[in-house]
């Protein structure tokens, strides 16, 4: 068809073209969203046509719209072109992104858990360390236990790593001091080829191995902290995104660094009940706790795995995006707003459409969601070193975290574990019994010896210090006078009885190192207690924490009985058998082995040693002394036993000179001596070598004119003069449990009960009764409590109405003169049971404050003390029944009701942990022993078959006397028949309490209806 009209014909030649490329362009125009920066672009491209339509239906010049229709055609060949390019470019990008997801050995080129993927360099770098080291055995024999032992540190948590080991090499003490002191074993040679070479000792070798693989290791490990600042340094100051792709759960916007913690439930199981005579050291409720135990733990670790499974990230968090790829993007966003009209000009409305589906699918996922392959599973490492392997794929696999489990657990492999751990347990335990038998064995046998060595008995050093500071009381009171001169006279008179103690004590200690030919190694074994009651307490120690070990490891056991198959995977029995696994990994480290018994039974053998040793000390000192002239020892220990002098034990080593020294101001008349005109009293004992210690008339005053006082008849002034005496008998005996100390077990060896006096004769100047010296009444009160401390008697008794008593303390001289009264910080509610005690040179009381049932004042627990004046609550009690505080031995004790038991509670006197005790009683506590333990009131009820409800101070024990009904207070020295006498006969008196002053003098207090205190004088 042709026209004539060639201006048409090129018309509809252009609308034809038009019409041709419209589906194409419709394709490529359809705008996502009909923005305004995107309708602006359509309005621009379609300029031309809307121009020439315009101009033509106007009548505008036809060759304008020729050219116009000329440029649409020639635009619409550029934006196909341009479309053919972003295919091609989309198709390019695609094929980018599997690249950097699976472009490394099938994994992402950017790194998804840096941590893992460093800690692979590592198993790797230590995997080709032990291949290289591991099996010459010839040219690096130390290499495979080295090898081994690089293997089970790495897989080991830093608990494990950390711990003190050392003394796991030997503990034999006989090896390692033959190490120490045979040199014939090499001599020199052999001695500098093993120490001056590191590689041909184990030691050496394993500093040279650990060198050199740390050089290699290094780098591979960061923490928290320097991970994140190599990520923000890797990311141009971007941190990479995360999420957890195994827990759906997980809210990954939670900071990683911020993260909520399990709170497990409080334990409530019942408090541990200990019986007296009880050898075990187990609860007598141990059965109550396992099963209590078996339902606590289980159920924690279930709730524990619930909790994970709603906020744990095993694994840890992904990255999915490194920081730098986040990073350039944001800045170009920022940087250059100019591109963004650029993109769209070249990109076109439809690809813009299609880069905003792409790009929101990797803001939600990043770059590993825009691949379309998947990466292949790790290769399987099997790798190993004799059965030991690291648990992980080769070199920078960058494996993921689910690419297999932390720890496999096989059940029947599991079961056999715990079974083993208990029987291994089991055994560890018996053993820990059997060094307890052996070394409750051994202080005994330490006992024998010491007495058969001539001298004074263990801790008679501190027996002598205590009986200079009773002596030298007098002293340190005028040293603090305010008249100089009489300050300086004490303090002189203390120095020179610290110096004469001093000398005594050292002259002591080396009469007994030169009295038998062995005496030295004996003395060694004497003081070797010490490490016995070391060895003792960690022992105590393992012992505990094996049994707790032992109830978990019963409890997993019994768990583990209801598998019977191995759990389906993801199962809730999976869940629990992780939990339990978990649970028997915290207690591997306790859990018993064949190594940790061969230890054990190495100390059994120790310890049988050792007494073996003593056993034949014993039985040579014995023949030694006899050599020596010595009777046999006194086995009730007070040095009885005559020497080869005739003298005894006790005169040889203490009686004779402690007043047979040289006279030095102001110690210049003996004890018992006369000062003669011609000169000091000379005994018939005397050492050049030692000053005198017990003297009379002891001037420790200020020198007064001696003018003014003949003028004023010696009344006006003088010098103060005291008496220097100590005690012999206190210096030389030490009691059962000076031997026994902190070693548990029950005391199998007991003290000849004897009167000091002796049973057959009454002793010249002792009268029966004893003398009363001096007795006091003060009025209507209850529970007195005497003792003395600082040359005094003090006496605490409760007295005055019910809701509105006191709390007195009382103090007098030895011989109750000068009576003294302060009262006591009190609610004045409730009965106090007050008690009094000494230690650390400071008075004490315990009491109790307070009545529940008055329902004015709570019951609570008090401890005065003189020093300060200060009363220390020690908290609130309920139902802690009568008498419940006892004091003494560095002591104090109480009773409170707990779940309707009433327990006894224990602490030091001047702080520190509570200790329970067990159960207790309404009747409440009489006194505690030196071992710490409590004696009950109504154990000492019936403690004497002559009274009731007995008190004891030292030698002496006062009880009620019933026979007849209400006849005062009956007592007896020594628990002999002999010394027996009454207080207040035919009177009314109940619980007595009694108190010794460490030389000559009791005093005795009792009540009902008042309050009387004697002083006696056997």
């Known amino acids: ?105 099938g994994a992402p080129l950017f790194l998804e858990n840096p941590q893992s993927f460093f800690k692979d360099i590592a198993k790797y770098e230590v995997k080709t360390f032990v291949d290289e080291i591991g099996y010459n055995t010839v040219g690096m024999p130390f290499g495979k236990d080295f090898a081994l032992g690089t293997i089970y540190l790495y897989k080991q948590q830093f608990q494990e790593n950390t711990r003190y080991s050392l003394s796991n090499i030997t503990q034999d003490e006989g090896y390692l001091r033959s190490f120490r002191n045979d040199f014939s074993v090499g001599g020199w040679e052999g001695f500098l080829l093993n120490t001056q070479y590191p590689q041909n000792n184990p030691i050496g070798f394993s500093l040279l191995a650990t060198d050199e693989l740390a050089r290699r290791v290094a780098g591979t490990e960061q923490n928290a902290a320097q991970t994140t600042s190599t990520k923000l340094q890797q990311g141009l100051g971007f941190l990479s995104p995360q999420t957890c792709p195994s827990n759906t759960r997980y ?122 392959t998947t990466n292949p599973p790790p290769p399987v490492d099997d790798w190993d070193y004799f059965g030991n392997t690291l648990g992980t794929a080769g070199y920078s696999s960058n494996t993921s975290w689910s690419s297999g489990p932390d720890e496999v657990i096989i059940l029947s492999e599991f079961k056999k574990d715990v079974d083993d ?92 190192l030169l009295t038998l030919p062995n005496s030295v190694n004996y003395l060694e074994a004497v003081n070797g207690l010490e490490s016995i009651y070391q060895k003792s307490d960690e022992l105590t120690n393992s012992k505990r924490i094996k049994t707790q070990t032992l109830a978990r490891l019963k409890s997993i056991q019994m768990a583990l009985g209801s598998f019977t198959v191995e759990p389906a995977s993801g199962s809730t029995e999976e869940k629990t058998l992780i939990a339990l696994k978990k649970q028997y990994n915290a207690t591997r480290d306790s859990t018993s082995n064949t190594f940790s018994i061969e230890d054990t039974r190495k100390e059994l ?115 103060d003069k005291a008496d220097i005496s100590v005690n012999c008998d206190v210096v030389y005996k030490a009691s059962i449990l000076d031997y026994k100390g902190s070693i548990p077990g029950v005391t199998t060896v007991t003290e000849a009960v004897s009167s000091r006096f002796g049973t057959t004769s009454t002793p010249p100047g002792l009268t029966i009764p004893p003398t009363t010296v001096a007795t006091v009444d003060l009025g209507v009160g209850t529970f007195p409590d005497p003792v003395y401390y600082n040359g005094k008697i003090y006496v605490a008794v409760q007295q005055g109405l019910a809701l509105n008593s006191q709390l007195n303390l ?99 006197i001047t702080g520190g942990a509570i ?30 078959p002559w009274g009731s409800r007995a008190w004891f101070a030292t030698s002496l024990v006062v009880a009620e006397d019933y026979t007849p009904t209400d006849n005062g207070i009956v007592g007896r020295f020594n628990n002999d028949s002999v010394t027996e006498f009454n207080l207040w006969p035919g009177q009314l008196a109940h619980t007595p309490h009694a108190a010794f002053d460490g030389s000559i003098n009791y005093v005795v207090a009792t009540w009902n209806p008042t309050v009387r205190v004697a002083v006696l004088v056997p």
Not at 24 to 46: C, H, N, R, T, Y
Not at 490 to 495: Q, V
């Open 1 to 105: 068809m042709t026209f004539k009209n060639h201006k048409i014909q090129k018309i509809i030649s252009s609308l034809i073209v038009v019409l041709m490329f419209a589906p194409a362009l419709l394709f490529f125009s359809v705008p996502k969203e009909a923005d305004a920066f995107w309708g602006g672009f359509i309005i621009d491209f379609f300029a031309p046509g809307i121009a020439g339509s315009t101009a033509a239906g106007a009548g505008a010049n036809v060759t304008t719209v020729a050219l116009s229709y000329k440029q649409l055609a020639k635009e619409i060949g550029k934006e196909i072109l341009r479309n053919i390019a972003k295919r091609a470019l989309q198709a390019m990008t695609k094929s980018t992104l599997n690249w950097i997801n699976s472009g490394f050995h």
């Open 251 to 372: 809210d990954n916007l939670r900071s990683a660094f911020n993260q909520p913690t399990y709170k497990p439930s409080t334990w409530e199981g019942p408090d541990p009940i200990y019986s007296e005579g009880n050898e075990s050291g187990q609860p007598s409720n141990q059965a109550e706790i396992d099963a209590y135990n078996n339902i606590y733990y289980v159920k924690e670790e279930v709730a524990k795995t619930a909790w994970e499974a709603e906020n744990g990230c095993p694994g840890g968090l992904v990255d999915t995006t490194p920081g730098s790829v986040v990073g350039s993007q944001a800045t170009n966003a920022l940087s250059s707003p100019t591109r963004n009209n650029e993109l769209a000009t070249a990109m076109g409305n439809s690809i813009s459409a299609i880069l905003d589906t792409l790009i929101n699918h990797f803001m939600n996922k990043g770059l590993n969601a825009l691949a379309t």
């Open 421 to 512: 751990g208990i029987a291994n347990t089991i055994e560890e335990i018996g053993l820990m019994n059997d060094i307890g038998k052996m070394l409750n064995n051994i202080w005994p046998k330490v006992r024998e010896l010491d007495q058969c060595l001539p001298g004074p008995d263990i801790g008679w050093e501190d027996r002598l210090s205590a009986e200079k500071s009773r002596n030298s009381i007098k002293f340190s009171q005028k040293s603090s006078d305010e008249d100089p001169k009489v300050a300086a006279a004490g303090r002189l008179a203390d120095n020179e009885l610290q110096y004469a103690v001093n000398l005594f004590k050292d002259w002591i200690q080396n009469k007994i």
């Open 605 to 719: 053998n120790i310890a049988t040693e050792q007494y073996d040793g003593l056993v034949a000390m014993t039985s040579r000192c014995e023949t030694e002394r006899k050599n020596a002239g010595w009777n046999p020892a006194d086995t009730k220990g007070r040095g009885e036993s005559k020497g080869p002098n005739g003298n005894t034990e006790k005169e040889e080593f203490c009686s004779l000179p402690v007043v047979g020294g040289e006279p030095h101001d102001p110690f210049l008349t003996p004890f018992g001596g006369l000062k003669l005109s011609s000169g000091p009293y000379v005994p018939t004992y005397v050492n050049q070598n030692l000053p005198l210690v017990n003297a009379v008339n002891v001037e420790y005053g200020d020198e007064r004119n001696i003018a003014l006082s003949i003028l004023c008849f010696g009344f006006c002034g003088g010098v």
């Open 810 to 908: 009382y103090s007098f001289n030895t011989d109750l003169s000068n009576q003294q009264v302060v009262q006591i910080p009190f609610s004045g509610v409730g009965l106090a049971f007050q008690r009094l005690a000494v230690f650390n040179n400071t008075l004490w009381m315990i009491f109790r404050d307070g009545e529940n049932s008055a329902g004015v004042i709570p019951e609570s627990i008090r401890l005065w003390r003189s020093d300060t004046g200060a009363v220390e609550n020690l908290g609130y009690v309920w139902g802690s029944g009568n008498d419940p505080v006892a004091i003494g031995n560095g002591y104090i004790a109480w009773q409170e009701q707990q779940a309707g038991v009433i327990k006894i509670l224990r602490r030091s």
């Open 915 to 944: 200790t329970n005790l067990g159960p207790g009683a309404p009747t409440g506590l009489s006194r505690i022993m030196p071992n710490g333990s409590v004696v009950l009131i109504d154990t000492d009820r019936l403690a004497v």
